[in-house]
């Protein structure tokens, strides 16, 4: 808010300028008047484009940033995923090497590892619903 209080101060400024031209004689303010008006149209215009062009800059690179953001928590959650697959694949190991392929829970660990593509993979998703 203070960069457009700023502008507002400096087009005040420049509109007090041009006012005193305008309280000339008649004949004077006609012919000084019509060249100075698109002058300080096309000079406020020039300000208005420049603060627009400001802003969208700032909007762009705020949306960039808001982007980058996104994308580093993205990885950051992929990563984090990564890292539990690999301790569970461990623990998976573990269960494996220690679960008695004859007890109740081997046997019916045995059907529940058909459907799957191996032992491990099995193995991972059974631990996976029991957390």
């Given amino acids: 808010m203070d960069s457009i209080d700023k502008l507002l101060a400096e087009l005040q400024t420049e509109y007090k300028e041009v006012q005193p031209q305008q309280q000339q004689p008649k004949s004077v303010v006609a012919k000084s008047f019509i060249p100075s008006s698109p002058k300080s149209a096309s000079l406020m215009d020039n300000l208005l484009a420049e603060v627009k062009a400001n802003f969208?800059?700032?909007d762009a690179a705020?949306?960039?940033?808001?982007?980058?953001e996104v994308k580093q928590e993205r990885i950051r959650?992929?990563?984090l995923k990564a890292k539990q697959l690999e301790a569970l694949k461990v623990q998976a190991k573990e269960w494996l090497a220690k679960v008695d392929p004859l007890s109740s829970e081997g046997l019916w660990f045995?059907?529940?590892?058909e459907s799957y593509p191996s032992k491990l993979e099995a193995?991972?998703?059974y631990l996976r619903s029991n957390e």
């Fill in 110 to 113: 045995e059907r529940f590892a």
């Fill in 62 to 68: 705020i949306e960039l940033k808001r982007q980058q």
């Fill in 77 to 79: 959650q992929e990563q």
């Fill in 56 to 58: 969208a800059e700032k």
């Fill in 123 to 125: 193995a991972i998703e």
